[in-house]
Nanobody, 119 residues
Framework: VQLQASGGGLVETGGSLTLSCAASGTLGTSHRMGWYRQAPGKQREMVATVTSGGTTDYAPSVEGRFTISRHNARNTLTLQMSSLKPEDTAVYYC??????????????WGQGTLVTVSS
């Protein structure tokens, strides 16, 4: 499985940006997908996740500003980010992992895309 993330860049505070992730390889239909980020000097953290059924989960810091969505047939994942803040600056990673009910555990990461929000 390979994940290709794109869409990062430089944006001003209050601006918007959309990240995309395309998954390829041998894929089932039950996996979860999500976006994680890692700021300089900090640990990687969950930003938003979405199940195959469309159930979403957001970090409190992005709730109401970011929207995650996925297209199951195309195996793509999108993160729409608005009202961006300097603290959103980080490398954003796309992730694909097993559903909670699956007994086989797997997790794949994309290469990361840098988002920089200028103040």
């Amino acid at each position: 499985v390979q994940l290709q993330a794109s869409g990062g860049g430089l944006v001003e505070t209050g601006g918007s940006l959309t990240l995309s992730c395309a998954a390829s390889g041998t894929l089932g239909t039950s996996h979860r997908m999500g976006w994680y980020r890692q700021a300089p000097g900090k640990q990687r953290e969950m930003v938003a996740t979405v199940t195959s059924g469309g159930t979403t989960d957001y970090a409190p810091s992005v709730e109401g500003r970011f929207t995650i969505s996925r297209h199951n047939a195309r195996n793509t994942l999108t993160l729409q980010m608005s009202s961006l803040k300097p603290e959103d600056t980080a490398v954003y990673y796309c992730n694909l992992r097993n559903a909670r009910w699956e007994t086989v555990r797997y997790s794949y990461w994309g290469q990361g895309t840098l988002v920089t929000v200028s103040s």
